[in-house]
């Protein structure tokens, strides 16, 4: 079984700041990556996929993976009230079983 | 774009009874999956179907049972209802893809209360 772990929240910044997410994993055969956001009452929705160490954008997110230490986050740049949710890590081996962190709630200031 | 269909949305049962979920996807995805969601505890596996006609058991899958009625179609039993499994129901659906799997396609999830 993989462990995710992700940092506690609620993690609360003010609108436009950057909002950092972190997530540690145990299975070193881990090799897809995901941020699924929450909102309250709603199902997750994929908002980030990342395969290959290093960074990877999309608009105002990027991701970050680092296998060596076992470790991906996620960064929200100009962090808007809309962002306010629930930001679940996901880890994959290899097979096509998903393992969730517990998420960490955000919550922007407006 | 239906995408992953989950019902019925809402539902209370009382302790014993019995009850089955029902998933159905259009996406023509091999492989779904059934997952509860508890407050602070994430998501958590309860059965997976790699594929049409097989089945595994998952991280939590004590009280429940699955049936992958074709390929479409992935239901969730709950033979004896206990307050335990109180929670919210997601269904999701994945392909394999070229270097491993697609990320997973939600349904809107079931809000089951046991009394």
């Known amino acids: 079984q993989k462990e995710v772990e992700q940092n506690s929240g609620p993690l609360s910044v003010p609108e436009g700041a950057i909002a950092s997410l972190n997530c540690t994993y145990s299975d070193r055969v881990s090799q897809s990556f995901f941020w699924y956001r929450q909102y309250s009452g709603k199902s997750p929705e994929l908002i980030m996929s990342i395969y290959s160490n290093g960074d990877k954008e999309d608009g105002r997110f990027t991701a970050q993976l680092n296998k060596a230490s076992q470790y991906v986050s996620l960064l929200i740049r100009d962090s808007q009230p809309s962002d306010s949710a629930t930001y679940l890590c996901a880890v994959r081996g290899d097979d096509y079983k998903l393992s969730f962190g517990a998420g960490t709630t955000v919550t922007v200031r407006a | 774009n239906a995408g992953v269909t989950q019902t019925p949305k809402f539902q209370v049962l009382k302790t014993g009874q019995s009850m089955t979920l029902q998933c159905a996807q259009d996406m023509n995805h091999n492989s779904m999956y059934w997952y509860r969601q508890d407050p602070g505890m994430g998501l958590r596996l309860i059965y997976y179907?790699?594929?049409?006609?097989?089945?595994d058991k998952g991280e939590v899958p004590n009280g429940y049972n699955v049936s992958r009625l074709n390929k479409r179609e992935f239901s969730l039993r709950l033979e004896s209802a206990a307050p335990s499994q109180t929670s919210v129901y997601f269904c999701a659906s994945s392909e394999k893809v070229t270097g491993g799997y697609s990320p997973l396609h939600f349904g809107n999830g079931t809000r089951l209360t046991v009394t």
């Open positions: 179907s790699a594929s049409e006609g097989t089945t």
